[in-house]
Every structure is written in structure tokens, then in C-alpha cells.
């Protein structure tokens, strides 16, 4: 459903209304924020709802309603949705539930929501299941419940947010964090409209800065490629708060990879490289939004912090240990300009306490203020709680905003304003402050969480933007498992690097085979998942003895042997693993690999296709990097032959999309420089031919 269509409902005339209690509130709601145009209740009995004439049926309706709330049940609400759209109406909200959200239990569920998008044909409809839309920008309110925002002004702009819960909608508006909002979108079931829909047309409306998503699910992946690639032409970024967790992890268990590459993985990697910035609380989501409506995206991700405190200086140095924004030393010159405006005991650092001396000074205040921005840092904080007004005075308070911001004009830099306890900033003063272009962030862990999703999504919009997921058709087909030697074998057919090997099953066929690749050998005991977990594998056998001995122990033990030429000189063992996700395509898990896998939690989860970029800074975010690196003088791993033997199981899993259920490496063994990489143990599970 193309995002234009809804046009008529961000910006309506005239809004129809349909049902009882739930409709009345809507009429309420939007009389209540001053809404403009005509609003037109429907009911078969009444005959003025809200001092508004009431109409008997959409026939009866003066025109064609821009908006609509259908506030009826599940039953009536396909009648007024299929004479809505013969009717030429813009768009439908549909509040009532018991549609697919029902499951099993309701037999009715799925076949009502089928015939449900059926009678809306191209008229655009929002849920069913949902609440509706709250605008802000017009005062049109298609939401049958009280709220908390304020209708903005006339050249007043603010964020979207779209949520899957109306519940937690309603509570976002309640915030007293002075952050303005445009719209607020509930999705419901999204059985025509999706949520990449609703967002594109969100991001469309100029009043719009930037965009929050509350997502429980990802119902279109090329979808929300599109939107991504769209909030980056409009220079309007996107945060979400992805919640829930698939059971498709927790259904595959053969593999390691299964274990380490959950859907929660997927949808983090798939957020990372759309460039939309990932936050887990609401009180986080909402100061993210804050930040991104006062400054967009960052630049870079240092900071400079700005106190009185040396106890706040402390906190905020702690708080930024191990996130992706820092606080940069400051160089010699620069700590000298700042030194030069304050006294002879002030300690000059990043963060800065700059005591008390100053304090109520408003020009000295400037003077250091703008030597500490002066550092081109990406964001500039100033740590500052106001006092409670109710017992205390803040005049001297503004002294200190007015010098914070002289630095930031005199800089041409991007500050914020950062309270140390959430509720220490009143909400009467966030307009004022945003206004003198100062964002100001409740609570410190908030704050950081704010500066991360901003530098996050700065440095993602300076790179080309990813290709496209391999999404493949769905393929039909049983899964099978073949065992090592037959997954080798295709393994090797589509060129990846896998030792020489043959299938024996005698002791002296195994003997003859070893003399053949020449020692010293593996063996391994086929159709055993796990084999080192059952003692299924001998390793590095020298001589003819140590083969037949292994193979005598290991006959009987599974479907068969395996032995391969034994790979020597390796420096590292990694795991390169390919799960089909239904929403993603095949995604890979890319770690520290060997029997300890799962202890170690050493992976990072990609999405496909990746380039070859990416798999080198992926390899070098890993813990287990300095160990290819050569760590402590130990040879360095050939990291280039790792990267082009990833690359090429890339290929070989995109190739195959929908077709390999899973692939799991485990080990991936990489040699010394020139010494090449080899695929030491491979499990395979197929759906449909390869």
C-alpha cells in the first residue's frame, strides 16, 4: 500500500465517525485540541452525538470522509470498510479486535481479517486491533481515549512515533519531558498497511523531524529497506525499540550456530545495517527522539562534559566506559585555553569540573564554556540539575544555561543540557531550552543512550547504503542432514576451501586411504552431531598403527568414517555458521569457534549479502582478534585467506537462499600467512535440492 494514500488522514478536512462509547471520545478528543474541519458521527439510534448531527449510514454522509474510525465489532466493521471504500474515503482506522491477533482459540479470526482487507481493496486501512492516530500538527484525532500531548503550534514541527501497543502510545504521551510530538501511530494487526507504510508517510509530512518505532515483529524486510533509504533522502532519522523474542532460535538446536545466532541477533544486525539506531527502554526511546529533534544525527562520537561537581564529572566519565561516544583527552592547547579562564585549582580535564568559582559569573562562565567547546567535539554537555521550585529558587541557574549556550553560538556546536536525575529538568523550561538550540536530556545513562543512537546513525548515513537482503521465495521441500562426508563434498563443489578426505568402513580400507593422503591424518566417525562431545574424533594420527587403532575404536560408533589429511600451522579457530531466518534470509554468525563456542559468546550475527568490508571489521570486533593478529608474538593468521574463504561461503549461502536450513563451520581452521584456511568439520542441513 504506497505510503501516499494516507496522505488524507495526516492532513484531514472531514473525519466520519462510527460507533458508540469509543466514538463519542474521538469527537471529544478532537473538539477537545481544537480540530478544524468537520467531523461526521454515524449511528443507526442517535440523532446528536457531542452537539454534532448524527448521520444513519455512510449513504447519508454529506461527502467522502478524509478519515474514518470505525469504532463497531469485528462483523459490522467489514460492512462500513466495503461502503467506505465504494464511497471514495481516504482512509480507515479500525478499532475493533478479534480478527488474526485471536489465534486458534477463534476460528473466525483469520477469515474475518482476510475478508477485511478484501472490502477495503485500495482504500488504505490502520489495524484492526489499534487505537488509531493521534495528530498533533491539526488537532485531528482518530483515538477513542484521553492522551496526555498538546496540540504544537502553527510552525511548530515534532517527532512521529509509531507503536504496536496503544497502551504504551497513551503512556508516551504522558511524558513531561517537553518532547513534541507530530503524530502518534498505534499499527495494530497491520493486515493491509504496514508498519513501513505508515512510517514513510509519517517521515513525508515536513512538520516531521524525525521518526521513534516501537516494533514487535518485522512484517516486510524489503520493506523496511525502503523505508531506511527514504529517512535518509528526507535527512529525518529513525530509532526503535525492537521487543520480543522469536521461537525460530529456539527450534534450532542441532547446530552451534543455532545457539548463538538468535532472532533477536538477526533483528539487531538487521536495525545496524538499515541505519536505524536500537534503544531497549521507553525512557531512553523518548530522550533518543528528543536529541535527534533538536541536532539530527552526530558527526563522530566524542563528547566534552561541563560540571561544577567533581562528583558529576566522575559519574559521567564512569558512564561512558565501554559505549561507542567517548570523552577524548583534551590536547595541550586546548587544556590551556581552558586553563587560562579558570583558577590556579582547577584540574583541566574531559570531563571538566569547573568548581564553584565561577559560578553566577555569567561572563567568566562564557569564557570557559567556549574554551571547552572550542574542541569540535560532536556534542558538548553541560551537566545541571535546577533545584525544585516549589521550595527552592533557580535564578542563578540561567547564568549558567546563558553561558552554555554563548559557547555553543560562538562554536556553531551542538550542546545538550544533561540532568543528572531525570526529573530535575521542568518540563515548563524544555521548550525554551530546545529554542536556544540546546537539547535537554533527562537522566545520565539516558543521556548516553541518546548520544549513541545519534553518533550510531551519523556514522551509518556517511556510508553507502547495504544491498539488498537475499529474502528468498519460499522454497518447498523436507530438510535432510547429510552427513560430513556429503556435506564436504558440496561444500567443496562450490569451491570452499575443505581438506582432501574419503568415506572408509574398515580399518584397512581407512589404512590405505591415509597412505594415500599422506600423514598425518584425521578420522572421525560419521553421522554424529557434536562429535567431540561423543569422542567420535582422532586426530593428528602419524602412521598406519595410529589409523588402524583409531578406526578399530571408532567402528560401530556412527554411519560410517571419515578421514581427511590432518591441517597443521593453525593459528585460530573460528565459527562461520548460516541459519534460513523467514524474515532476514540466511543470516551468519561470524565467532570464536572450537568446543567452547557457547562459552565463550564470541560471535557477531550478519545479515547477507555482506561485503568484504564488513567481514573484516567484523573479525576485528571480535575479542579473539589479537589472537589472528599475532598476540604476544605468535605467528599472525593468514587474515586475508579468512576473509575470501567467508566471502566465499557468503556466496555459496546466497546462492542457496531458502535452501540451506543450516550451515554450522565449526571450526573454521585459519593458518599462518600463506598457509591458507581450511574448513575442518561442517554440518549441513538442506531443504530442497543444493
Not at 443507526?44 to 457531542?50: A, G, Q, S
Not at 498505534?186 to 493491509?192: E, F, K, R, S, V
Not at 567535539?377 to 549556550?405: A, H, I, N, Q, Y
Request: aromatic share 6%.
Amino acid at each position: 500500500m504506497a505510503s501516499h494514500k494516507l496522505d488524507r488522514l495526516l492532513r484531514p478536512k472531514t473525519i466520519a465517525v462510527f460507533g458508540g462509547l469509543q466514538a463519542a471520545e474521538v469527537i471529544r478528543q478532537s473538539q477537545k485540541m481544537g480540530f478544524a474541519g468537520e467531523i461526521w458521527p454515524v449511528h443507526p439510534k442517535h440523532d446528536e452525538i457531542c452537539g454534532l448531527k448524527v448521520y444513519r449510514s455512510v449513504a447519508d454522509l454529506p461527502g467522502s470522509p478524509d478519515a474514518a474510525f470505525v469504532g463497531v465489532n469485528r462483523f459490522l466493521t467489514l460492512d462500513i470498510v466495503r461502503d467506505l471504500r465504494e464511497a471514495g474515503a481516504g482512509v480507515a482506522v479500525c478499532y475493533a479486535s478479534g480478527f488474526l491477533e485471536a489465534g486458534a482459540d477463534d476460528a473466525d479470526g483469520a477469515r474475518l481479517q482476510q475478508e477485511l482487507v478484501e472490502a477495503a481493496g485500495d482504500m488504505p486501512i490502520i489495524g484492526p486491533n489499534c487505537y488509531g492516530l493521534i495528530n498533533y500538527c491539526d488537532g485531528a484525532l482518530l483515538w477513542p481515549d484521553q492522551h496526555g500531548g498538546r496540540r504544537l503550534g502553527p510552525d511548530e514541527r515534532g517527532v512521529a512515533i509509531i507503536t504496536q501497543s496503544s497502551n504504551i502510545a497513551i503512556n508516551m504521551t504522558m511524558q513531561t519531558r517537553g518532547l513534541p510530538i507530530a503524530h502518534v501511530m498505534t499499527a495494530g494487526n497491520q493486515a493491509q498497511t504496514g508498519l513501513p507504510d505508515m512510517a514513510i508517510a509519517l517521515l513525508e509530512d515536513e512538520r516531521v523531524t524525525a521518526l521513534g518505532l516501537h516494533i514487535e515483529a518485522f512484517q516486510s524486510a524489503p520493506k523496511f529497506e525502503l523505508l531506511a533509504k527514504r529517512a535518509r533522502e528526507l535527512g529525518k532519522p529513525i530509532v526503535a525499540m525492537k521487543v520480543g523474542r522469536s521461537a525460530q532460535a529456539r527450534a534450532a538446536t542441532v547446530s552451534h550456530t543455532a545457539s548463538l545466532a538468535g532472532s533477536d541477533a538477526a533483528s539487531d544486525a538487521f536495525l545496524k545495517r538499515l541505519g536505524i539506531a536500537r534503544v531497549n527502554s521507553i525512557a531512553s526511546f523518548l530522550e533518543t527522539l528528543k536529541l535527534l529533534h533538536v541536532h539530527g544525527p552526530l558527526d563522530g562520537n566524542t563528547l566534552c562534559s561541563m560540571s561544577c561537581s567533581g562528583g558529576e564529572a566522575s559519574v559521567m566519565a564512569d558512564s561512558a566506559e565501554g559505549r561507542a561516544v567517548r570523552f577524548p583527552e583534551l590536547t595541550s592547547e586546548h587544556r590551556a585555553r581552558v586553563k587560562s579562564t579558570l583558577g590556579a585549582f582547577v584540574a583541566v580535564a574531559n570531563p571538566l569540573d569547573y568548581h564553584t568559582f565561577i559560578w553566577n559569573n555569567e561572563p567568566a562562565l562564557t569564557e570557559t564554556f567556549t574554551a571547552m567547546v572550542s574542541g569540535g567535539f560532536s556534542l558538548s554537555c553541560l551537566v545541571l540539575d535546577f533545584p525544585r521550585k516549589d521550595r527552592c529558587s533557580d535564578v542563578d541557574w540561567w547564568s549558567t544555561v546563558r553561558g552554555f549556550e554563548n559557547a555553543l553560538k560562538t562554536n556553531k556546536a551542538k550542546g545538550a543540557i544533561v540532568a543528572s536525575i531525570p526529573e530535575n529538568i521542568p518540563e515548563e523550561y524544555m521548550a525554551g531550552l530546545m529554542a536556544k538550540g540546546i537539547a535537554p536530556l533527562c537522566g545520565i545513562t539516558e543521556a548516553f543512550d541518546a548520544a549513541e543512537a545519534a553518533a550510531f546513525i551519523g556514522k551509518a548515513w556517511k556510508m553507502p547504503l547495504a544491498a539488498s537482503l537475499a529474502v528468498p521465495d519460499e522454497i518447498a521441500g523436507e530438510t535432510s542432514i547429510p552427513d560430513e562426508a556429503e556435506a564436504k563434498a558440496i561444500l567443496n563443489r562450490a569451491g570452499l576451501p575443505v581438506p582432501d578426505g574419503r568415506r572408509c568402513t574398515s580399518s584397512n580400507e581407512a589404512v590405505a586411504i591415509a597412505d594415500a593422503l599422506g600423514y598425518p591424518v584425521a578420522l572421525k566417525a560419521l553421522g554424529i552431531a557434536h562429535k567431540s562431545e561423543h569422542n567420535a574424533v582422532r586426530l593428528n594420527l602419524k602412521d598406519a598403527d595410529a589409523v588402524k587403532s583409531a578406526a578399530d575404536d571408532l567402528a560401530g560408533l556412527g554411519s560410517g568414517l571419515y578421514i581427511e589429511r590432518m591441517v597443521t600451522g593453525a593459528v585460530a579457530e573460528l565459527i562461520v555458521g548460516i541459519i534460513d531466518d523467514p524474515q532476514f534470509g540466511p543470516v551468519m554468525t561470524l565467532g570464536t569457534g572450537g568446543v567452547l563456542v557457547e562459552l565463550l559468546q564470541d560471535s557477531v550475527t550478519m545479515l547477507l549479502p555482506s561485503s568484504r568490508e564488513d567481514i573484516e571489521t567484523a573479525l576485528r570486533s571480535l575479542r579473539m582478534f589479537p589472537q589472528l593478529d599475532g598476540y604476544r608474538g605468535k605467528p599472525k593468521a593468514d587474515l586475508e585467506a579468512a576473509v575470501d574463504a567467508i566471502m566465499g561461503i557468503v556466496a555459496f549461502a546466497v546462492n542457496n537462499a531458502g535452501r540451506i536450513a543450516e550451515l554450522d563451520i565449526n571450526p573454521l581452521l585459519v593458518c599462518g600467512v600463506g598457509q591458507g584456511v581450511w574448513i575442518a568439520d561442517a554440518l549441513l542441513v538442506t531443504k530442497g535440492e543444493l
